[in-house]
């Protein structure tokens, strides 16, 4: 699908034309500066398209769509990969939430971790947890995916171990495993769930309990990388492995 990508609340109101306004037309109009005859897909993020091709764009923000074909619906990708994020530093972790939905990852699911610098308390914290979303849904349409990765609400530490219990195979991407991700027996349907620690590390109270929960520590190679970019990592070698980008 190379053709760009904008969102609609819902596509079962969808026409034969379409207008497409507010902050998309906007994007359409004054930043793609689309044009008649180009085409655009229409899509609400949660696996449903239509295709369609622009008819005219007006003023700033007003673009109309044309010719729209059926809707679609992309089924969820098999196994489900769900990354557990520990909460990084700064705007690494919009970074770790663009570059993980570019890659394909399917949920995130942001943890306090024991040793997050940063805390997401109150008012701060939705808007830190808004800022994790709309970083997701701009990365969706900027990698032309039509199923966009859930943002989950943030965890403790319990709440993760539950959610690792639940999983086909779960793994903490951590320095005291003994073996590979790359080696490890993944299961061909089911959801995958990987944990991603904060800078300080996961605190062995944290590994017992996860381990506990089914899920072993594994590493990835010989370098340590960033909790902002280890997710990313772990998950285009999953994706690669379970045939999900073959």
């Known amino acids: 699908m190379t053709a760009p990508v904008f969102v609609v609340d819902r596509l079962d109101r969808v026409g034969p034309e379409f207008v497409l306004d507010g902050p998309e037309g906007r994007h359409a109009v004054s930043v793609k500066r689309l044009r008649p005859g180009e085409d655009v897909v229409l899509t609400d993020g949660r696996g449903h398209w239509a295709e369609g091709v622009v008819k005219a764009a ?3 923000d ?8 059926p809707v679609h619906e992309e089924p969820p990708g098999a196994p489900r990969i769900t990354v557990v994020q520990a909460l990084p530093k700064g705007d690494r972790g919009e970074l770790a939430v663009e570059t993980m939905t570019e890659v394909g990852v399917d949920a995130i699911v942001p943890w306090q971790a024991s040793r997050c610098i940063t805390q997401w308390k109150g008012e701060r914290g939705l808007k830190a947890l808004g800022k994790w979303r709309a970083t997701a849904r701009e990365a969706g349409k900027q990698s032309r995916r039509v199923r966009f990765p859930e943002v989950a609400d ?7 171990g539950a ?9 903490v991407l951590h320095e005291s495993g003994e073996e590979r991700l790359a080696t ?3 299961p061909a349907a089911g959801e995958i769930m990987l944990v991603v ?31 902002s970019t280890a997710g990313t990592a772990a998950a285009a070698l999953l994706l690669g492995r379970t045939g999900r980008w073959s």
């Open 58 to 60: 007006e003023g700033k």
């Open 62 to 69: 007003r673009l109309v769509v044309a010719d729209l074909a």
């Open 154 to 160: 943030a965890a403790t530490t319990r709440q993760v």
């Open 163 to 171: 959610l690792l219990a639940g999983a086909d195979f779960a793994a």
């Open 184 to 186: 490890a027996e993944l």
């Open 197 to 227: 620690g904060p800078e300080g590390g996961v605190s062995p109270e944290e590994l017992a309990l996860f381990a506990e929960a089914g899920a072993r520590p594994y590493v990835l190679g010989p370098t340590v990388l960033r909790t």
